[in-house]
């Protein structure tokens, strides 16, 4: 077979790893648990690239170049159960392309985009059957969701012309509640246990217009937000 080439892990959960590793020129979506020998390729014959994001130890999410009949080739979310063969496009239907970033259960965070390039966060209320609903305020320019855990849905979006701030829905799909912290240039939710945030905030710009990421941690108010 082709050898590979590198590999690369994007998320992990319930004693499962994933990522993709990348055979000649395409990436492979790919799930282990816990060792080189585990890994099982999640690809299937009519993705031209794909890669897995998240998982909770029994689904996985991420993306996958396909040719649409009706658009080209474009990418699209998919979820699996674990093989090739169980390959799910979760992709909906008001969008062009998508992505999912991250899966509890049968819910799953990610990203929809328009044929402009534009993305709006997404919510899976329903991997089996695929049911998505569209996140994104009218008030925002773009948004995305990076996680789902319990009740809570997280991720970051700006309004035209302001920086990204970190915003937070809940799974009743309220929101999103902005929680950006004072005295940071911008802010993003990349991570929730259903209680607390994680994600990073970077400092005003200096002298030289450069901005410094800090780690930070949330507890659901952009008053709670502590720099790590």
């Known amino acids: 077979g082709v050898p590979f080439s590198?590999?690369?892990?994007?998320?992990?959960?319930?004693?499962?790893?994933?990522?993709?590793?990348?055979?000649?020129?395409?990436?492979?979506?790919?799930?282990?648990?816990?060792?080189?020998?585990?890994?099982?390729?999640?690809?299937?014959?009519?993705?031209?690239?794909?890669?897995?994001?998240?998982?909770?130890?029994?689904?996985?999410?991420?993306?996958?170049?396909?040719?649409?009949?009706?658009?080209?080739?474009?990418?699209?979310?998919?979820?699996?159960?674990?093989?090739?063969?169980?390959?799910?496009?979760?992709?909906?239907?008001?969008?062009?392309?998508?992505?999912?970033?991250?899966?509890?259960?049968?819910?799953?965070?990610?990203?929809?985009?328009?044929?402009?390039?534009?993305?709006?966060?997404v919510l899976w209320t329903s991997i089996s059957p695929p049911i998505a609903v569209n996140l994104h305020p009218l008030d925002y320019f773009e948004t995305v969701a990076t996680d789902v855990n319990g009740t809570q849905v997280v991720g970051y979006g700006y309004p035209d012309g302001s920086p990204n701030h970190a915003l937070l829905w809940n799974t009743d799909l309220e929101g999103p509640v902005d929680i950006h912290p004072d005295g940071y240039f911008s802010s993003f939710l990349i991570a929730t246990n259903g209680t607390q945030q994680v994600g990073l905030a970077s400092t005003p710009r200096d002298g030289d217009g450069n901005n410094n990421e800090h780690a930070m941690v949330w507890s659901s108010t952009s008053q709670s937000a502590v720099d790590l």
């Open 6 to 121: 590198g590999s690369f892990l994007y998320g992990a959960g319930g004693g499962q790893q994933v990522g993709f590793v990348i055979a000649g020129q395409q990436d492979v979506a790919t799930v282990w648990s816990g060792t080189r020998a585990s890994a099982v390729f999640l690809g299937t014959p009519d993705m031209v690239t794909s890669q897995a994001l998240g998982t909770d130890g029994v689904r996985q999410v991420g993306q996958a170049r396909i040719n649409d009949p009706f658009n080209g080739l474009v990418t699209h979310a998919f979820a699996w159960s674990g093989t090739a063969e169980s390959a799910t496009d979760i992709h909906p239907d008001f969008a062009f392309e998508s992505f999912a970033n991250s899966v509890r259960g049968n819910m799953a965070a990610g990203t929809a985009a328009s044929p402009d390039g534009f993305y709006n966060a």
